[in-house]
């Protein structure tokens, strides 16, 4: 039974950090982030590949999303191209992108620490999930909700596509970051499951944190309220969504190297990680990060004992919960006069 | 060039019956079309569904799969022929939407996608898992569809059913969104509100079309049982789900024929991407899947409406609307025999959102042939005593009744049947349907014709008594250049103009306007000051709320004025202007 319970809260903790992950981006822009998922697979799988000393695919990808959102900053600043704008465009875009592709192509081949493996994929996805905002969702960023969501199920198909192309069709596993491991009555702790503990405490915390107490946090919250209102008192609401992005996109990753050293991952694995953060965020709200991460764990638990019990039906069961959820939340707030399009 | 409205539907269908005769048509592109048929049924559920009605589905292959399994089985199991499983198919499907749409209907807003994708995965793993659907084999050796001796086992005979399946799809779609109902669903996308304040049970329609859209997928679902002559759980999955509202989308999501030329597109595309693809850039990986969601995301950013209203903008036809023949009459709203002289009684109304006391204690009424103005400045919870008097918001306490009955939180659509109609502050009419349309929602209680009889075309002369009747009341307010005009052309003011026409084809005893002059010019004001009057004399009552002062003293009988929630005068017009405490809360206390 315990163990169970704590199988579940492992999973439940990895999914936490994805459902705030997409509070955090629907938070801010609207966007129903679908390939968050994908941001898992890239994190874990660029880790993988390095590890074994392979070169990723994801460079080339960051590299090849930078010279597009390259182009997008210059056509849409093409009536007023003055040097700053020319030049942020240059470094965020090109520069960053090409530095970070000319050390993985140096640094594969050479042994490396799991240090400089870790911090090299998780600046890769970052980008990916800065360029994804850049390309696919700021020239749309005005549109419906559900305008936006089709257009996120658009970049998971692509995403997914991508990740076959450079991974495989064959799952990996990654180098776990410690092999320390001790045993407390029945139960066995590894290194690796407090990391994901400790890791995703630290988010939750951080997020709050960054939300509640800073003022690019507050800017942020303001941006999701009123995008209008936001942009006149001053905030960057572009700026705004490519940060919400970025750290989804890192959030992604970082699960991804957590779980990699205990499951094999294959390109379309991520999905599926990704739609259970979902439930747990919809449990959320979409707009409570401590909600959020109780119910990730609700699920991770139910899911590790429907595993157990009947696990033929273990995805029904964990997607059928959500249904009274958003009942209740349907009805408890009921009466809201959408004004749509 | 001007067209009748059916011509190109009977063009459409003689070339799609000429096509496999035509010589050398490779048998590979009849599979094709095949396809684009099937998925063309879907899609057009998913056009009323989201399209027009606002409800965003991702499940819909999940019909599909009810409706293929339920033949499957039936027809592998069992042995019953293929046509009685036809009625049975559909049946399973509607009954597994009235399940899925109860809970589902009732979500509002991003719960309601997000909803409908748990579902749709949940219910794909469970095709996958039962035993008596073949978990993830799936059933196989499903009988062909056959008339006699006749059987349609190649894909170019079966072709014929699946593209008369489309077609009688499309008629019946088309019928029903020209209809009194699809009106009421057409209203359902702008907010429920307004719809809900002429009689539309907003969670009634929204249901109806949830049910249709499912009932063409589980007929698209049987159609592909039979053509494949398997069931397995992959076609029904959530990727499949989320390529049926793709298809929509592509095409058009507000267009029935844009879920047809929707499907096309993707069913063309994806052959095409497959096939070549992998010859330009080498054999590996799903390439197709790149490029197909790299131009998803460019189509949205060009062209968010689709494809079908691009096309049209660029061909040269107009649809032929005809006018209405105004000589059909509706029978009047049955109405109490004897009037009283007291024909809205507010007693003591209280309303509070948390600590705010919005209205606070009012109590006022309107007498028959009428007309009150209730005016205070900004925030004195004038609309919100609208709001309470046509039950959108239910009174914290006291007491509203009408005709001497009182209502206790009857909901809107209960309000309007007792002949109390309203106009809005901030317009809500449907933008992309015609003036006559909008008006014509205004009388929806005065029509019976339901779902069924409309697709079928049998609702045509209750039809033209409402459609003569919104006629009606835009030529009395005076806009018949307009009528068939879409209601979003129009500047704001005529907008409200056409919220009093919709009020008026309620046959009210009582109408409120919530500040009907705002945005007319003065001309307009003058000619909307003497309707009202002439619709008093005519024996209606009228409340309007109104900043306008010298339209309200103009105009108005008596005046009650709100200030913070409370009354705190009431009298004619002469009374009010020279009231200090009426000053003091327009202009502040004189010092």
């Given at each position: 039974m315990l163990f169970l319970v704590q199988d579940g809260i492992t999973n439940g903790a990895i999914y936490a950090l994805l459902g705030l992950a997409l509070v955090l981006v629907f938070a801010v822009t609207r966007v129903i982030l679908i390939p968050q998922g994908e941001f898992v697979t890239y994190g874990a799988l660029t880790y993988a590949s390095l590890s074994a000393g392979q070169f990723p695919g994801t460079a080339r990808l960051a590299l090849a999303m930078g010279i597009v959102a390259f182009g997008f900053d210059i056509y849409v600043g093409r009536k007023a191209l003055h040097r700053r704008l020319v030049g942020r465009a240059l470094i965020v875009n090109i520069a960053l992108p090409a530095i970070v592709f000319a050390l993985t192509y140096v640094l594969v081949g050479h042994p490396s620490g799991i240090a400089v493996n870790i911090a090299l994929s998780l600046v890769i996805v970052a980008m990916i999930g800065l360029f994804l905002y850049r390309i696919a969702f700021q020239p749309i960023a005005h549109t419906s909700v559900l305008v936006l969501l089709i257009a996120s199920v658009g970049c998971h198909l692509a995403m997914q596509g991508f990740g076959l192309l450079f991974f495989g069709a064959e799952g990996q596993r990654g180098p776990a970051l410690s092999n320390a491991a001790f045993t407390l009555g029945p139960l066995r702790f590894t290194g690796q499951s407090i990391a994901v503990y400790v890791i995703t405490v630290a988010f939750i915390v951080g997020l709050w944190l960054f939300f509640g107490f800073t003022l690019t946090g507050k800017a942020l919250r303001a941006t999701a309220v009123n995008r209008l209102g936001a942009r006149l008192v001053g905030i960057r609401t572009t700026l705004a969504g490519q940060l919400a992005f970025l750290m989804a996109a890192l959030i992604g990753a970082v699960s991804g190297i957590l779980i990699v050293p205990i499951t094999t991952l294959y390109y379309d694995t991520g999905f599926l990680i990704g739609l259970k953060g979902f439930v747990a965020a919809i449990i959320g709200g979409l707009v409570s990060y401590p909600l959020t991460a109780v119910a990730a764990l609700v699920v991770g638990i139910v899911e590790a004992?429907?595993?157990?019990?009947?696990?033929?039906?273990?995805?029904?069961?964990?997607?059928?919960?959500i249904l009274p959820v958003l009942v209740l939340r349907s009805l408890a707030q009921p009466a809201v006069e959408e004004e749509k399009d | 060039m001007a067209m009748p409205q059916r011509l190109p539907i009977l063009l459409f269908a003689l070339v799609m019956a000429a096509i496999p005769f035509v010589p050398g048509m490779p048998p590979f592109w009849i599979v094709l079309l095949d396809n684009i048929g099937l998925s063309a049924l879907v899609a057009m559920g998913l056009v009323l569904l989201t399209g027009v009605g606002g409800l965003t589905s991702f499940g819909q292959a999940a019909f599909c799969g009810f409706g293929a399994y339920t033949t499957a089985v039936l027809t592998t199991t069992y042995g019953l022929s293929p046509w009685l499983t036809l009625p049975l198919s559909l049946l399973v499907s509607?009954?597994?939407?009235?399940?899925?749409?109860?809970?589902?209907?009732?979500?509002?807003?991003?719960?309601?996608?997000?909803?409908?994708?748990?579902?749709?995965?949940?219910?794909?793993?469970?095709?996958?898992?039962?035993?008596?659907?073949?978990?993830?084999?799936?059933?196989?050796?499903?009988?062909?569809?056959?008339?006699?001796?006749?059987?349609?086992?190649?894909?170019?005979?079966?072709?014929?059913?699946?593209?008369?399946?489309?077609?009688?799809?499309?008629?019946?779609t088309m019928n029903l969104l020209d209809s009194r109902t699809g009106r009421a669903i057409r209203a359902l996308r702008r907010g429920h509100i307004a719809a809900e304040a002429f009689g539309v049970h907003a969670p009634r329609a929204k249901l109806l079309v949830f049910i249709y859209a499912a009932v063409l997928a589980g007929l698209s679902g049987w159609l592909y049982a039979?053509?494949?002559?398997?069931?397995?759980?992959?076609?029904?999955?959530?990727?499949?789900?989320?390529?049926?509202?793709?298809?929509?989308?592509?095409?058009?999501?507000?267009?029935?024929?844009?879920?047809?030329?929707?499907?096309?597109?993707?069913?063309?595309?994806?052959?095409?991407?497959?096939?070549?693809?992998?010859?330009?850039?080498?054999?590996?990986?799903?390439?197709?899947?790149?490029?197909?969601?790299?131009?998803?995301?460019?189509?949205?950013?060009?062209?968010?409406?689709?494809?079908?209203?691009?096309?049209?903008?660029?061909?040269?036809?107009?649809?032929?609307?005809?006018?209405?023949?105004?000589?059909?009459?509706?029978?009047?709203?049955?109405?109490?025999?004897?009037?009283?002289?007291?024909?809205?009684?507010?007693?003591?109304?209280?309303?509070?959102?948390?600590?705010?006391?919005?209205?606070?204690?009012?109590?006022?009424?309107?007498?028959?042939?009428?007309?009150?103005?209730?005016?205070?400045?900004?925030?004195?919870?004038?609309?919100?005593?609208?709001?309470?008097?046509?039950?959108?918001?239910?009174?914290?306490?006291?007491?509203?009744?009408?005709?001497?009955?009182?209502?206790?939180?009857?909901?809107?659509?209960?309000?309007?049947?007792?002949?109390?109609?309203?106009?809005?502050?901030?317009?809500?009419?449907?933008?992309?349907?015609?003036?006559?349309?909008?008006?014509?929602?205004?009388?929806?209680?005065?029509?019976?014709?339901?779902?069924?009889?409309?697709?079928?075309r049998l609702d045509r002369a209750d039809e033209a008594r409402l459609l003569a009747e919104a006629a009606r009341q835009i030529e009395r307010v005076g806009l018949s250049e307009q009528i068939n005009q879409l209601a979003g052309s129009l500047s704001l003011g005529q907008q409200r103009i056409v919220e009093i026409a919709r009020a008026l084809c309620v046959d009210p005893i009582l109408l409120l306007l919530d500040e009907p002059a705002a945005g007319l010019r003065h001309m307009e004001k003058q000619q909307l000051a003497s309707l009202l009057r002439q619709l008093r004399d005519g024996g209606m009552s009228v409340l309007l709320v109104e900043h306008d002062m010298g339209f309200v003293m103009d105009l108005a009988d008596r005046i009650v004025v709100l200030d913070f929630g409370t009354k705190i005068a009431e009298g004619t017009p002469g009374a009010i202007k020279t009231n200090p405490d009426v000053i003091k809360a327009y202009l502040g206390a004189v010092a």
């Open positions: 004992f429907s595993s157990f019990y009947a696990s033929d039906f273990k995805e029904v069961i964990v997607f059928t919960l | 509607g009954i597994a939407a009235v399940v899925l749409g109860l809970v589902t209907v009732r979500l509002s807003g991003h719960y309601l996608p997000l909803g409908t994708i748990a579902w749709g995965i949940g219910l794909f793993y469970l095709f996958s898992k039962l035993e008596f659907l073949g978990r993830n084999d799936g059933i196989s050796g499903i009988p062909p569809l056959s008339i006699g001796s006749f059987r349609m086992i190649d894909p170019g005979t079966i072709y014929f059913a699946i593209w008369i399946a489309v077609l009688i799809a499309a008629l019946l039979h053509f494949v002559r398997a069931a397995n759980p992959t076609p029904f999955g959530a990727q499949a789900g989320i390529e049926y509202l793709f298809v929509a989308v592509v095409g058009g999501a507000g267009y029935v024929w844009g879920g047809v030329l929707g499907a096309a597109i993707v069913v063309i595309l994806k052959e095409v991407l497959q096939s070549y693809l992998p010859l330009i850039f080498g054999g590996s990986g799903q390439l197709e899947t790149i490029v197909f969601g790299i131009l998803l995301v460019t189509l949205l950013q060009l062209a968010p409406t689709g494809v079908w209203p691009w096309l049209m903008a660029r061909l040269p036809f107009t649809p032929i609307r005809k006018r209405p023949d105004m000589s059909l009459t509706l029978p009047a709203r049955p109405r109490a025999a004897a009037i009283p002289s007291v024909l809205l009684q507010i007693d003591h109304a209280r309303k509070q959102f948390g600590g705010v006391i919005a209205v606070n204690d009012v109590s006022f009424d309107v007498q028959a042939r009428e007309i009150v103005a209730l005016i205070g400045p900004n925030g004195a919870g004038k609309s919100t005593t609208f709001n309470l008097i046509t039950g959108v918001l239910t009174a914290s306490s006291g007491r509203i009744s009408v005709l001497g009955k009182a209502i206790n939180n009857a909901p809107p659509q209960e309000i309007v049947k007792l002949g109390i109609s309203r106009t809005f502050q901030h317009v809500k009419l449907v933008p992309d349907m015609t003036v006559l349309e909008n008006v014509a929602i205004g009388a929806h209680l005065r029509g019976q014709s339901g779902a069924i009889s409309s697709m079928f």
